[in-house]
């Protein structure tokens, strides 16, 4: 019996969980470390978030904002500074106690998140209205001590963007806050092509020490939900706990209104579980190393290898093209680039050189088409735009066949009783309730979407007046 060419990866159908962690490793995004719930991004994972952060970092400039860098070490006092903050996260902060052999005498904690050196920061730096607005961005690691973990979805140690602005006047950060939420929001669609839900996180979901947080919420190929951006109007909470004041227009000392908003590695997690399936990987060609891989079929005989590199050459300048060489088969070949998601095959051999051809092989539903040599740049463009906007489309399509409406706590029981969906049901805005169908179906409130529908005039919950329509899941 001839060996596999590739290892056979878990049927999503039969075990979700092992059919993601099976696609981790095989299509080698990452590995586990020896720290529990750490992960080691290979190279061909870290390409992939390259080419995502290099976007988005794009699109964080655009809009006028710089990077920074803060420590990776907070004093325990500082983080004490804002209450509400410190009590959000107290369970998930790791702590330094020694330095060396030395016990320190004040206990470090390694971030969590930023709003706090951030806060010491422009409490020094903001003096009057004219050193405002501050809008810095942070590339950077943080260390969350979470009991459950999963490669890229939720790590002791991630990588991410902070975003910490300061302005005048609360119009204005709002104004910033929904502006970075549209960015991310953008990026997902445009980039990543996951449909995504915009909206408002309730008073028990939002940040903690937030006055509101905005959220991007994306489902599942096994119709749980993930966060996969959020984006806070912080208020003057934080201003106030540090004191950052400054001189306004009318000669006043007056406090500073924030934002923060993140956006993580786990999105290669989303990209996976939205958009791979059985065979492996699945990659939106704008997120991908390598858009286009070459295979020279047969490329021993005479004028194989050479007319192969001259497609590459010819493509080079317009797509992430590569091309296999080794003395490898064919077969293996094909196995690997399908269970790392390239986008796009590309075969050429003796007879498609005869022919001016070559044969593309799409990832994503395994059509074949072949292609003048004349018509290659075009087409390869062409092609890797239809893959986006199937990939999409297809995305969206589940999206909509997997969102029912429940009129009462009853039917979402039921719902999520037989399978996994996106619930739209209407609240009273009680956390009673929000509480109680946490309990009794196991969904929590995903967002108050912006674009609002009345379904029903009462509670899905209690009965009682209903104030917003919300979208509730089973969620990561």
């Given amino acids: 019996m001839a060996k596999e060419f590739v290892e056979k990866i878990t049927s999503m159908d039969d075990d979700f969980a092992q059919w993601y962690t099976d696609i981790v490793t095989k299509a080698k995004l ?280 001259e497609i590459k050459n010819s493509l080079k300048d317009s797509v992430r093209v590569e091309i296999d060489a080794s003395d490898k088969k064919p077969g293996w070949k094909f196995n690997e680039y399908e269970m790392q998601g390239v986008p796009l095959r590309l075969e050429v051999g003796p007879r498609d050189i005869e022919k001016e051809q070559v044969m593309f092989v799409r990832r994503d539903t395994g059509e074949k088409r072949q292609v003048s040599v004349h018509d290659l740049k075009s087409e390869v463009e062409k092609l890797l735009a239809d893959i986006h906007d199937e990939l999409y489309k297809k995305a969206s399509l589940y999206l909509k066949e997997k969102t029912l409406i429940a009129f009462t706590l009853a039917d979402m029981e039921n719902f999520l009783r037989e399978d996994n969906y996106l619930i739209q049901a209407m609240w009273c805005g009680n956390k009673d309730c929000e509480n109680e169908i946490k309990e009794k179906t196991g969904a929590t409130s995903r967002c108050i979407p912006f674009e609002q529908e009345s379904i029903a005039e009462t509670c899905v919950c209690c009965g009682k007046q209903a104030e917003d329509m919300v979208y509730w899941a089973k969620a990561y």
């Avoid at 988005?56 to 907070?74: C, F, S, W």
């Avoid at 961005?137 to 973990?149: A, D, L, P």
């Avoid at 910490?164 to 991310?184: D, I, Q, R, S």
């Avoid at 065979?279 to 891989?293: D, F, H, S, Y």
């Fill in 30 to 309: 990452a590995d586990y470390s020896s720290v529990r719930g750490s992960m080691i991004i290979h190279p061909y994972g870290y390409k992939i978030w390259e080419n995502i952060r290099d976007e988005l970092d794009r699109k964080i400039k655009q809009t006028g904002h710089e990077n920074v860098y803060m420590p990776l070490l907070i004093p325990e006092s500082l983080l004490q500074k804002e209450k509400d903050h410190i009590a959000g996260f107290a369970p998930e902060v790791a702590w330094v106690t020694h330095g060396g052999e030395e016990e320190l005498q004040e206990r470090l904690c390694i971030r969590p998140t930023s709003e706090v050196l951030f806060g010491e920061y422009y409490k020094n730096v903001i003096h009057s209205y004219r050193d405002l607005p501050k809008l810095y961005n942070q590339w950077s690691n943080v260390v969350r001590w979470e009991k459950t973990t999963r490669p890229f979805l939720r790590t002791l140690e991630f990588l991410w963007q902070e975003g910490h602005t300061c302005h005048e006047t609360e119009e204005e950060a709002v104004e910033e806050t929904e502006k970075m939420l549209n960015v991310y929001a953008s990026l997902c669609e445009d980039l990543l092509a996951i449909p995504v839900i915009k909206g408002k996180k309730t008073e028990k979901e939002k940040f903690a020490g937030a006055t509101f947080t905005y959220t991007v919420e994306s489902l599942m190929h096994d119709g749980k939900a993930l966060q996969t951006a959020t984006s806070h109007f912080l208020g003057d909470g934080f201003a106030k706990a540090f004191g950052i004041e400054f001189l306004n227009r009318d000669g006043n000392l007056q406090t500073v209104q924030q934002t923060s908003w993140g956006f993580t590695t786990r999105i290669i997690g989303a990209m996976i579980m939205v958009h791979s399936d059985n065979r492996g990987l699945v990659l939106p060609p704008k997120a991908a190393p390598t858009q286009v891989m070459i295979v020279p079929i047969a490329s021993h005989k005479e004028g194989v290898l050479d007319h192969a590199y």
